[in-house]
């Protein structure tokens, strides 16, 4: 059947309408998105703004200063500080903007050639970070890459998985479950191979033929299932230090340390570690509720407060009641002494951010990251841009 299409008055005007736009020139169209954007970061500026404070016992600047400050945070780097009230940049005479590093500027400085005078570097494009980025980004790789030269500064990896298929070590015939359940007796990690923030991440103990998961709402066949768009490895379930055992024992609590390299020097940024908060989860991070405390690099003892990402900064841990300051942190020397060790072999990054466990005979890299986040790192050691600064000029 025929249908008659009748335009009335107000298609036609809604037509020109949708038409004048069209008919604009690029750099016009252009302007348009802009201000759309701006006017989108001005509404996020005032609610970052309208946040309350996380430092409760200190005076805070007023509502407008608050704004003009985040509106020119905006304007200069192009994007919203949602971390501007975390950072303490709302509090008065405390913190300064200026000192803090958005990732943008970090990003447009490891793109240069940070290694002038190496006869490799007339080969390379000037952004070299993508080219070894997989070597960060794949968790597999990383293992395989940097155990060949040092067997025990990463975990040691039972298998790798994807689906129902064993891929590391290579067998067609024995199936993943089959592969778990021939596993010697022990605790295992298992996680994907690409991911962060403790995504998919669980434990595995297995006894017999007994075999529990951390998680109970978590199987094996949920497990593979996952793996079926990314490979799974197990490894070996880290045993940690005492000393940081005695801040929340039912998570491995990590350090987050930052290098950076500049003509054949690497040298320290900065340091936190993160401990769990949480009885009930197994990973470390922020984003899981756990706080962070900020690292003395010259002793290696911990800072005053621990920061969250969802409350007040605190002095002691809110579980084992373990006060931060001073806290040394176990065989600080060689975990230093690793990382400088390490970045040179890797030679495409100009920054890395360690992810380090301490175990009782010594540091063992969990992950490094060349897309690392600064917000945890600042909130709790303040800003870095002057120290980066620094240490690129040297």
Same mark, same amino acid.
Not at 131 to 138: E, L, P, T
Not at 149 to 175: C, H, R, Y
Not at 232 to 251: C, P, R, Y
Not at 306 to 312: R, S
């Given at each position: 059947?025929?249908?008659?299409?009748?335009?009335?008055? #107000?298609?036609?005007?809604?037509?020109?309408?949708?038409?004048?736009?069209? !008919?604009?020139?690029?750099?016009?169209?252009?302007?348009?998105?802009?201000?759309?954007?701006?006017?989108?970061?001005?509404?996020?500026?005032?609610?970052?703004?309208?946040?309350?404070?996380?430092?409760? %016992?200190?005076?805070?600047?007023?509502?407008? &200063?608050?704004?003009?400050?985040?509106?020119?945070?905006?304007?200069?780097?192009?994007?919203?500080?949602?971390?501007?009230?975390?950072?303490?940049?709302?509090?008065?005479?405390?913190?300064?903007?200026?000192?803090?590093?958005?990732?943008?500027?970090?990003?447009?400085?490891?793109?240069?050639? @940070?290694?002038?005078?190496?006869?490799?570097?007339?080969?390379?494009?000037?952004?070299?970070?993508?080219?070894?980025?997989?070597?960060?980004?794949?968790? @597999?790789?990383?293992?395989?890459?940097?155990?060949?030269?040092?067997?025990?500064?990463?975990?040691?990896?039972?298998?790798?998985?994807?689906?129902?298929?064993?891929?590391?070590?290579?067998?067609?015939?024995?199936?993943?479950?089959?592969?778990?359940?021939?596993?010697?007796?022990?605790?295992?990690?298992?996680?994907?191979?690409?991911?962060? @923030?403790?995504?998919?991440?669980?434990?595995? &103990?297995?006894?017999?033929?007994?075999?529990?998961?951390?998680?109970?709402?978590?199987?094996?066949?949920?497990?593979?299932?996952?793996?079926?768009?990314?490979?799974?490895?197990? !490894?070996?379930?880290?045993?940690?230090?005492?000393?940081?055992?005695?801040?929340?024992?039912?998570?491995?609590?990590?350090?987050?340390?930052?290098?950076?390299?500049?003509?054949?020097?690497? @040298?320290?940024?900065?340091?936190?570690?993160?401990?769990?908060?949480?009885?009930?989860?197994?990973?470390?991070?922020? %984003?899981?509720?756990?706080?962070?405390?900020?690292?003395?690099?010259?002793?290696?003892?911990?800072?005053?407060?621990?920061?969250?990402?969802?409350?007040?900064?605190?002095?002691?841990?809110?579980?084992?009641?373990?006060?931060?300051?001073?806290? !040394?942190?176990?065989?600080?020397?060689?975990?230093? !002494?690793?990382?400088?060790?390490?970045?040179?072999?890797?030679?495409?990054?100009? &920054?890395?951010?360690?992810?380090?466990?301490?175990?009782?005979?010594?540091?063992?890299?969990? #992950?490094?990251?060349?897309?690392?986040?600064?917000?945890?790192?600042?909130?709790?050691?303040?800003?870095?841009?002057?120290?980066?600064?620094?240490?690129?000029?040297?």
């Amino acid at each position: 059947m025929a249908t008659n299409l009748v335009f009335t008055d #107000e298609d036609e005007e809604r037509f020109e309408k949708l038409k004048g736009v069209y !008919q604009k020139t690029f750099p016009e169209r252009f302007r348009i998105f802009l201000r759309k954007r701006f006017v989108f970061k001005l509404a996020r500026c005032v609610l970052v703004a309208k946040e309350k404070t996380f430092f409760p %016992d200190m005076p805070r600047k007023k509502f407008i &200063t608050r704004l003009f400050n985040n509106v020119a945070w905006a304007i200069k780097y192009n994007s919203v500080n949602t971390a501007y009230n975390r950072f303490g940049l709302d509090i008065k005479n405390f913190r300064k903007a200026s000192d803090y590093l958005d990732f943008s500027y970090v990003k447009k400085d490891r793109a240069k050639i @940070h290694h002038k005078d190496h006869p490799l570097v007339k080969y390379r494009n000037l952004n070299v970070n993508t080219r070894y980025s997989i070597i960060a980004d794949n968790k @597999h790789v990383f293992y395989s890459y940097v155990g060949s030269m040092l067997p025990n500064s990463v975990p040691k990896t039972a298998l790798v998985f994807m689906g129902d298929k064993v891929i590391a070590p290579m067998d067609d015939k024995l199936g993943t479950k089959k592969a778990i359940e021939k596993l010697p007796d022990g605790k295992y990690i298992c996680k994907p191979t690409i991911g962060s @923030h403790g995504d998919m991440i669980v434990s595995i &103990t297995k006894k017999g033929k007994k075999i529990t998961l951390n998680d109970p709402n978590v199987t094996i066949d949920d497990l593979i299932e996952a793996s079926k768009d990314t490979s799974f490895l197990i !490894q070996e379930f880290l045993t940690q230090h005492d000393a940081i055992n005695k801040f929340n024992s039912s998570t491995v609590n990590t350090l987050r340390i930052i290098s950076i390299r500049w003509n054949e020097e690497t @040298h320290i940024l900065a340091a936190m570690i993160r401990i769990g908060a949480r009885e009930d989860k197994i990973v470390d991070n922020a %984003d899981a509720g756990g706080a962070f405390v900020a690292i003395n690099l010259d002793k290696g003892t911990l800072n005053e407060y621990g920061y969250f990402y969802n409350k007040p900064r605190a002095k002691k841990h809110p579980i084992s009641n373990v006060a931060y300051k001073g806290y !040394q942190i176990p065989y600080w020397k060689e975990t230093i !002494q690793l990382i400088k060790d390490l970045h040179p072999v890797l030679f495409g990054f100009a &920054t890395i951010g360690w992810d380090i466990a301490i175990t009782p005979t010594g540091p063992v890299i969990v #992950e490094i990251n060349w897309n690392y986040s600064l917000k945890g790192i600042q909130i709790c050691n303040g800003g870095l841009k002057p120290r980066w600064e620094e240490l690129k000029n040297k």
